[in-house]
């Protein structure tokens, strides 16, 4: 089997996962990871699959396309290929980095390049205007070794300079606290 990652994008409607599985089906692919989303109307996914070692991209990438009207789906594909590994075998720790500003150029790039810069690799990320403010929610994998008071520091010096509230938390620590104030706010309905 050949493994191969997928990414559509396309105009938002109903059936799309359903066209794009039911392409991968066709052609003897089994799905194995898939990240789907709907951005400013815009479906987007991403996804794994193993294929039999015959199929190629081109005819992957075309079959997909085809699943939907003509022009609907913009196709991306490539034969899957282990990288290397960019944290030198160091395991990573999950945090979680929520932030808010007033929305300007330039916030995303400060936050991102501070990250970089101190070997974080951004693994998920959502960010949204509402009312003229910018809301983000990041998921980082931090190698270990990775020093999460420096990391702190320079978030902190970033934020003054730049009117940003930020906040990270290991991502243990913000799961309960989160499942914790909904289960809070629950309470405060009866």
Not at 138 to 162: C, F, K, T, Y
Request: glycine residues 8%.
């Amino acid at each position: 089997m050949k493994e191969f990652i997928v990414s559509v994008m396309a105009k938002d409607r109903p059936g799309i996962v359903a066209a794009v599985s039911g392409a991968v089906a066709a052609l003897g692919g089994n799905i194995t990871h898939l990240s789907q989303t709907v951005l400013r109307e815009y479906f987007t996914i991403i996804l794994s699959l193993e294929a039999p070692d015959s199929l190629d991209t081109e005819t992957l990438r075309e079959t997909v396309a085809a699943a939907g009207a003509p022009g609907e789906f913009q196709v991306g594909a490539a034969v899957f290929e282990e990288g290397g590994d960019w944290r030198g075998g160091r395991p990573l720790e999950r945090f979680v980095l929520t932030a808010r500003c007033r929305d300007r150029t330039g916030i995303i790039h400060r936050i991102s390049r501070t990250l970089a810069d101190a070997s974080i690799n951004i693994e998920d990320f959502y960010a949204y205007v509402l009312e003229g403010e910018l809301i983000m929610i990041l998921q980082l994998g931090v190698p270990a070794g990775v020093s999460v008071p420096q990391i702190q520091e320079d978030l902190e010096r970033l934020a003054r300079e730049e009117g940003i509230s930020a906040h990270l938390q290991h991502e243990d620590i913000f799961r309960a606290t989160t499942e914790l104030q909904a289960v809070l706010r629950l309470g405060d309905r009866r």
